[in-house]
């Protein structure tokens, strides 16, 4: 059974930093695309980045160098680093499998201004 799980979310203060963990069972990090995504309240969830099965990052046009999606496959754990984090960026991050419905449940990102 595949299942993720993201943590690492909470509240920051605008200019800080935080790094998203999505631990994934069932199914290899190399194997497959993970990507990350956000849900700002009242917005539809929006595509922020990907790894892809050989390790490649692409992130949105709106991360502008500030995001960073890695992973560890001994640990079968992906990573999304956010850097100077602004009160826009205040959403829900998932993780996901490309191209399926493996979704994990969620970390809240809240940044104050």
């Known amino acids: 059974q595949v299942q993720l799980v993201e943590s690492g979310g909470g509240l920051v203060q605008a200019g800080e930093s935080l790094r998203l963990s999505c631990v994934v069972s069932?199914?290899?990090?190399?194997?497959?695309?993970l990507g990350w995504y956000r849900q700002a309240p009242g917005k539809a969830r929006e595509w922020v980045a990907t790894?892809?099965?050989?390790?490649?990052?692409s992130e949105a046009n709106f991360v502008q160098g500030r995001f960073a999606v890695s992973r560890d496959k001994a640990k079968n754990t992906v990573y999304l680093q956010l850097y100077n984090l602004q009160p826009d960026d205040t959403a829900v991050y998932y993780c996901?499998?490309?191209?399926?419905?493996?979704w994990g449940q969620g970390t809240q990102v809240t940044v104050s201004s």
């Open positions: 996901r499998i490309i191209g399926t419905d493996n």
């Open positions: 069932g199914v290899a990090v190399s194997a497959k695309p």
């Open positions: 790894i892809s099965s050989n390790g490649r990052p």
